[in-house]
C-alpha cells in the first residue's frame, strides 16, 4: 500500500537559507507524488507534482523536488528562504482506487518556520 | 484561475446536530472528493465521488457520512448526527479527469461543542 513518511514535523531555517523538507515514499507501482503547502487558515495549494516525466521538478515559489527512485524519496527544497514561505507542508502520494478515481495519501506535514 | 469554494469557512455545531457543508467543485470538473484533517493530524481521505456516485470511500465514512451532488453545481457532505471527534477542517477537492492534482477548496473549519 502507498505511503508517505516525512521526516521532521518541524523545521527552522533562517531567512536566506536552504529549505529541505525530507519526504520519503513506499509504492509498489511508479508513483504520483506531490508537495503541497498550507498557510495559516488557508486550503491546500499545489507546489509541484511528480508525474514519471522528469525526476526534477519545478514547482511555484520557487520550490523543486527530485524524484530519486533508488531512495524512494521525493525531498522538497528551496535554495533561499523568505520570510512568506512559513507554513506547513505537505507530501502526498496518489492511490488509484476501486472505483477507478485517484486519492491522495498524505504525510503528517512539516512545519516550516523562517526566523529573520 | 477557477477554483473550488467552501461555505461556510466556519461552523459551530452541538454534538447531535446535523451539519451540511458545501463545496462548489471547478465547473468542468467531473471528479470530487471530501478530505478532513483533525487539528494536528494528517489529511485523511473521505470519499470520492464520480457519475453520481461513491466511487471510493474510506473507513472513517460511515453511516453518518453522506455525500450528494444536488444540482450541477454543488457538491454537499452531511453529517447526520455531529460527534464531538467530527471536529476537524474539510477539505473538498475537484479533478477533471480522476488523475491528480486535485484542486482544493479553503476548507471548512467545524467545531462539535
Known amino acids: 500500500a502507498q505511503s508517505v513518511t516525512q521526516l521532521g514535523s518541524h523545521v527552522s531555517v533562517s531567512e536566506g537559507a536552504l529549505v529541505l523538507l525530507r519526504c520519503n515514499y513506499s509504492s509498489s507501482v511508479p508513483p504520483y507524488l506531490f508537495w503541497y503547502v498550507q498557510y495559516p487558515n488557508q486550503g491546500l495549494q499545489l507546489l509541484l507534482k511528480?508525474?514519471?516525466?522528469?525526476?526534477l521538478v519545478k514547482g511555484i515559489n520557487g520550490f523543486e523536488a527530485e524524484f530519486k527512485k533508488s531512495e524512494t524519496s521525493f525531498h522538497l527544497t528551496k535554495p533561499s528562504a523568505h520570510m512568506s514561505d512559513a507554513a506547513e507542508y505537505f507530501c502526498?502520494?496518489?492511490?488509484?482506487?476501486?472505483?477507478?478515481?485517484?486519492?491522495?495519501?498524505f504525510g503528517k506535514g512539516t512545519k516550516l518556520t523562517v526566523n529573520p | 484561475e477557477p477554483e473550488v469554494t467552501q461555505t461556510p469557512s466556519h461552523q459551530v455545531t452541538q454534538m447531535g446536530q446535523e451539519v451540511i457543508l458545501r463545496c462548489v467543485p471547478i465547473?468542468?470538473?467531473?471528479?470530487f472528493y471530501w478530505y478532513r484533517q483533525i487539528l494536528g493530524q494528517k489529511v485523511e481521505f473521505l470519499v470520492s465521488f464520480y457519475n453520481n456516485e461513491i466511487s471510493e470511500k474510506s473507513e472513517i465514512f460511515d453511516d453518518q457520512f453522506s455525500v450528494e451532488r444536488p444540482d450541477g453545481s454543488n457538491f454537499t457532505l452531511k453529517i447526520r448526527s455531529t460527534k464531538l471527534e467530527d471536529s476537524a477542517m474539510y477539505f473538498c477537492a475537484s479533478s477533471g479527469t480522476g488523475v491528480p492534482p486535485l484542486h482544493f477548496g479553503n476548507g471548512t473549519r467545524l467545531t462539535v461543542t
Open positions: 465547473s468542468n470538473h467531473l471528479y
Open positions: 502526498a502520494v496518489s492511490l488509484t482506487t476501486q472505483g477507478g478515481s485517484e486519492k491522495l495519501v
Open positions: 511528480y508525474t514519471s516525466a522528469a525526476t
